[in-house]
Nanobody, 122 residues
Framework: QVQLVESGGGLAQPGGSLRLSCAAS????????MGWYRQASGKQRELVAS???????NYADSAKGRFTISRDNAKNTVTLQMNSLKPEDTDVYYC????????????????WGQGTQVTVSS
């Protein structure tokens, strides 16, 4: 099993900042991509930002220039620094990791966090 523990969501004012963190633990041999997604009620989950184990990043257009994703490979953590927040950033944000599990066959699996609410409002 893989556990993902998210933290850092909450309420921010427009123009403010929030920092989301996600720590992965458990049956992990290595981690490929890590990322953050967002989902509004009744809508599909969509990518906010992702980062490879080599540090290459990818951002949604709405996140470029405002959000920064980073990871600590030694601690199996991924962080999303969100600056210049807008009301339209309000959503539930989910951590996502692409894991190679321990064991003879090194089975790969994708895991999701439980989600953390981000609300941007004055």
């Amino acid at each position: 099993q893989v556990q993902l523990v998210e933290s850092g969501g909450g309420l921010a004012q427009p123009g403010g900042s929030l920092r989301l963190s996600c720590a992965a633990s458990g049956n992990i041999f290595s981690i490929n991509d890590m990322g953050w997604y967002r989902q509004a009620s009744g809508k599909q989950r969509e990518l906010v930002a992702s980062i490879t184990n080599g540090g290459r990043t990818n951002y949604a257009d709405s996140a470029k220039g405002r959000f920064t994703i980073s990871r600590d490979n030694a601690k199996n953590t991924v962080t999303l620094q969100m600056n210049s927040l807008k009301p339209e950033d309000t959503d539930v944000y989910y951590c996502n990791v692409d894991v190679v599990h321990k064991g003879t066959f090194r089975i790969r699996g994708v895991h999701w966090g439980q989600g953390t609410q981000v609300t941007v409002s004055s």
